[in-house]
């Protein structure tokens, strides 16, 4: 019997045609040029003909969370290990830029954290929390739910509320995070009136939408998918600037099938759109949500009415999932159901806990995206 070679679990297999590692360097959803940065036409003028500079997500985070500082004497970063720098380098050398008083570590109880930001926002500030992990946000639960979410419903308009909130998190799978490292939570929020979730893309999108989310007058959950930290680097413009919240963008358009997702789950989506247009001969429609809650349906259903067809695509679990509400909105406007020509698909995690080796069993991959193509057309 020959010896076994061992291969390590975030490489892909040596025959795999589909699920192959996503090549960031070429995908077309990063702005790998400046011109394709500033080509951004939701930015405003004056940020169009700016510079940018080459940025991974964690990059843009601590830049995003240094204008913020800079400009806002309100802002407030504070968290686990932040002042250091945290565990993934997000608010790197922001202490000692901005000052202890405005950068600094806390306690490791993240029941403390959200209830010192929520009274912190309640007062006027606009508190920056981390929680180092969104696998570990659930002892803060109730204050988000309880007290973050309804303090604006409960002391009226002329009352104080705590819509200078945010609350970051890293979310999703890196290949190995198991149980307690590999979450992604974000569809728990969605269920709570009063909140905005958020999970970027890039660092062009981190950037942009970390800022609006800080200037924003609602509490913001801001997801950011780890395993982009480092792998997503693109061109990123060095000036001040927010993206619209609750605002979806149209990546790549199409006629014939409509996918929506958001977060890591778009670069395999992409890489499975471009081998069924050649093995296939139709068009795929790709939709980045941005804000998962509250959602742009407008954008989905225009796309639909189009396509006929949708796949909904997030790590996340399948059950009570971003997927099952963009499907049941579908279904529930009358013009968008009676324009479809398959039931939307989901693909979506498994709804069991997150393995260690197998985690890519449990995430979707390129392969179910492609199939899922296939199935909605031939249906």
């Excluded at 413009?237 to 789950?265: H, N, R």
């Amino acid at each position: 019997m020959g010896l076994l070679t061992a291969r390590l679990y975030s490489t892909g297999p040596s025959n795999a045609k589909l699920n192959l590692p996503i090549d960031y360097s070429t995908t077309p959803l990063l702005a790998h040029t400046a011109e394709a940065a500033l080509s951004k036409p939701e930015l405003p003028p004056d940020v169009r003909n700016s510079t940018t500079k080459r940025m991974n997500l964690f990059q843009a985070i601590n830049d995003a969370l240094s204008i913020a500082l800079t400009t806002d004497e309100t802002v407030l970063v504070f968290g686990e290990d932040v002042a250091f720098g945290g565990v993934f380098r997000c608010t790197m050398k922001l202490a000692e830029t901005h000052g202890g008083h405005r950068v600094f570590n806390t306690p490791l109880t993240e029941q403390g954290i959200v209830g010192f930001a929520i009274g912190a926002a309640a007062e006027g500030m606009r508190p920056v929390a981390e929680i180092q992990f969104a696998d570990y946000v659930y002892p803060a639960f109730d204050q988000i739910v309880n007290e973050a979410a309804k303090f604006r419903y409960r002391d009226g308009a002329n009352g104080r509320s705590a819509g200078g909130l945010t609350i970051r998190m890293p979310c999703g799978g890196v290949g190995h995070g198991a149980l307690y490292h590999s979450q992604s939570p974000e569809s728990l929020f969605t269920h709570i009136p009063g909140l905005r979730v958020i999970m970027p893309r890039s660092p062009l999108q981190a950037k942009g939408l970390l800022l609006s989310a800080i200037q924003s007058n609602d509490p913001c959950i801001f997801m950011e998918p780890k395993i982009l930290y480092r792998a997503a680097v693109e061109q990123v413009p060095t000036a001040a600037y927010t993206l619209p919240l609750s605002k979806a963008e149209v990546l790549k358009e199409g006629k014939d099938v409509t996918i929506v997702s958001y977060g890591q789950p778009l670069y395999k989506c992409m890489a499975a759109i471009k081998q069924a247009e050649a093995d296939l001969g139709v068009t795929v429609e790709l939709i980045d949500l941005r804000t998962v809650y509250p959602w742009d349906k407008e954008c989905v259903f225009q796309s639909v009415r189009k396509t006929g067809r949708c796949i909904v695509v997030h790590e996340a679990m399948i059950n009570a999932g971003i997927g099952a509400e963009v499907a049941a909105a579908i279904q529930q406007d009358s013009e968008t159901f009676l324009r479809l020509e398959a039931p939307v698909q989901r693909v979506a995690g498994w709804s069991i806990h997150t393995p260690l080796v197998f985690e890519s069993f449990n995430i979707p991959d390129i392969a179910r995206i492609y199939d899922s193509i296939k199935n909605v057309l031939t249906y």
